[in-house]
T-cell receptor
Framework: SQQGEEDPQALSIQEGENATMNCSYKTSINNLQWYRQNSGRGLVHLILIRSNEREKHSGRLRVTLDTSKKSSSLLITASRAADTASYFCATEGGGADGLTFGKGTHLIIQP | DAGVTQSPTHLIKTRGQQVTLRCSPKSGHDTVSWYQQALGQGPQFIFQYYEEEERQRGNFPDRFSGHQFPNYSSELNVNALLLGDSALYLC???????????FGPGTRLTVL
């Protein structure tokens, strides 16, 4: 079963605009990670935020985590055509557990 | 520093056959996880190996089995292939629990 649910399922914006994707999950977590996937190939890790953190930045990426609402958001600022990809959130619970992924948000950046 | 590598890149099999996929983890990583990603879906956790033993398993039948070698590389075996096993199979490695998992490029399996 998939714990994370990304919203929206698809997003199309103009180059230079900001893109925001949301993720909701159901159970307690140790951390939440965001990944990017191009054309159905391997996943590229973007950022990891731990359950005791509220916000993290990495370059043009900003991730927030609200454990009370069991939700996270990924903001990509000043989008570029190369940002076109599918974005997944994945949660990791306690213990020796695998990552639980959502279905992803497909982001299209129009030039 | 080589990242996670997987072989083969693509594979075509027929129903009922068996398949073995291979993964070499990132240098310094001793934990390997396998995921199945159907078209249009997010990856689904199959199992995780650490110290040559299966440590955690997702909701997959016994037809899916694995192995980890002393050099931390890993194999995923699927027996009695079904059409529904067609998917992208991803391997990920991590140096410890709770750390970032690094994914390989995947093996695309097509079952005819």
């Amino acid at each position: 079963s998939q714990q994370g649910e990304e919203d929206p399922q698809a997003l199309s914006i103009q180059e230079g605009e900001n893109a925001t994707m949301n993720c909701s999950y159901k159970t307690s977590i140790n951390n939440l990670q965001w990944y990017r996937q191009n054309s159905g190939r391997g996943l590229v890790h973007l950022i990891l935020i731990r359950s005791n953190e509220r916000e993290k930045h990495s370059g043009r990426l900003r991730v927030t985590l609200d454990t009370s609402k069991k939700s996270s958001s990924l903001l990509i600022t000043a989008s570029r055509a190369a940002d076109t990809a599918s974005y997944f959130c994945a949660t990791e619970g306690g213990g020796a557990d695998g990552l639980t992924f959502g279905k992803g948000t497909h982001l299209i950046i129009q030039p | 520093d080589a990242g996670v590598t997987q072989s083969p890149t693509h594979l075509i099999k027929t129903r009922g056959q068996q398949v073995t996929l291979r993964c070499s983890p990132k240098s310094g990583h001793d934990t390997v996880s396998w995921y199945q990603q159907a078209l249009g879906q997010g990856p689904q956790f199959i199992f995780q190996y650490y110290e040559e033993e299966e440590r955690q398993r997702g909701n997959f039948p016994d037809r899916f089995s694995g192995h980890q070698f002393p050099n931390y590389s890993s194999e995923l075996n699927v027996n009695a292939l079904l059409l529904g096993d067609s998917a992208l199979y991803l391997c990920a490695s991590t140096p410890n629990i709770g750390a970032t998992q690094y994914f390989g490029p995947g093996t695309r399996l097509t079952v005819l």
